[in-house]
């Protein structure tokens, strides 16, 4: 039992001296070898790193946001890839370099925003809100064509030369139209008179015209809901009357009907009626149109129906008078 006992106990000293070689036999390694990542690129060992996942994310980061300044995003089609190796001390990781070399393989896209007229792109500029300004300089000067221009995000793998904010709104700048002359007035005037056969004081009335040598009625009876002039979002070129849909549209005169259509402008269903002397009138967002282009109508004669077709909130007649061709208000002619 003592001699078991005794070589139990050699065995045990034995073991504690295997272990304690190899834990120093590691050590030795250790302080000479440590464990890394070797980093590669189609091959060939580009450097090394200790923090592998780190690096990863940094990567992924960058291909995912870019610089955060003009570089919106990188896209990267070789990734590198990561092979444990055990190195000497002296060598050094080197992840800075490592993401340098990786991303400099990438084709980076730069964010700038396309001002465009009509859908054509004319402009680029660097920022949401530089974009947003330009649209709102020019609503502000009541540029004729801000209908026309929008913007939209761009991203290329070309820098694109930006513009400056004020110069991109003085090149797209589009001045309002002056409104128009209008014709000259004639004032008539009849006064009260008395009458020496006996007849007593007839009526005395004042009123003023233009004459245009065309006398017109009333198309519709109504109300007055916007008047003939400049307004917010650009010139009113003639007067509204809001009544119900379906009422009936007469001649304000008789001619011939020169335009009886669909328009795209924004007038839906139009008629337009000429009356000799330059003078023509327009009815427009009719819901119905009863007469056709080349005909021939009589003053009251019923035309087409109210209605609000095309850019319209309600249904109402929007009346139009032209002289050679440019719109008058028709307040000075009825209503």
């Known amino acids: 039992m003592r001699t078991l006992f005794i070589h139990l106990r050699k065995s045990v000293k034995l073991i504690i001296i295997v272990v304690i070689a190899l834990l120093l036999a590691l050590g030795i390694l250790y302080f000479l070898f440590r464990p890394m990542y070797a980093v590669k690129l189609n091959g060939e060992i580009i450097g090394y790193t200790d923090a592998k996942r780190q690096l990863e994310e940094k990567i992924q980061q960058y291909m995912k946001s870019g610089d955060g ?30 993401f340098d070399t990786v991303i400099a393989t990438g084709t980076p896209y730069y964010k700038n925003y396309a001002v465009m007229v009509s859908g054509e792109e004319k402009y680029y500029v660097a920022t949401y809100e530089e974009a947003e300004k330009i649209i709102a300089d020019l609503k502000e000067k009541e540029s004729t064509n801000i209908d026309s221009i929008t913007y939209v995000a761009k991203y290329s793998s070309e820098q694109l030369v930006e513009s400056n904010v004020d ?5 797209l700048f589009v001045e309002p139209e ?33 004459s245009i040598g065309v006398s017109l009625i009333r198309p519709v009876s109504g109300t007055i809901t ?64 009863y007469v056709s ?19 319209s909130t309600g249904p109402h007649l929007h009346l139009e008078v032209r002289i050679n061709g440019v719109c008058q208000n028709p307040q000075n002619y009825l209503y």
């Open 69 to 98: 300044e003009k570089i919106a995003f990188v896209e990267i089609d070789q990734l590198p890839e990561y092979e444990i190796c055990y190195s000497k001390s002296d060598v050094k990781v080197n992840e800075d370099e490592v």
């Open 167 to 171: 110069d991109v709104v003085a090149a």
């Open 178 to 210: 002056p409104e128009p002359e209008p014709v000259p007035v004639r004032t008539t005037k009849t006064t009260t008179t008395y009458s020496s056969s006996g007849g007593g004081y007839s009526s005395g009335m004042s009123y003023t015209y233009q």
């Open 226 to 289: 916007s008047r003939f002039g400049r307004r917010s979002s650009g010139t009113h070129k003639g007067l509204d009357i809001a009544t119900s849909t379906g009422t009936p549209i007469v001649a304000a005169a008789s001619g011939t009907v020169s335009y009886a259509a669909w328009n795209s402008t924004g007038y839906g269903n139009f008629l337009l009626i000429d009356h000799g002397n330059g003078v023509q009138t327009g009815y427009a967002h009719c819901s119905a149109l």
């Open 293 to 311: 282009t080349g005909q021939y109508v009589s003053q009251g004669q019923t035309i087409a129906a109210v209605g609000s077709t095309g850019n």
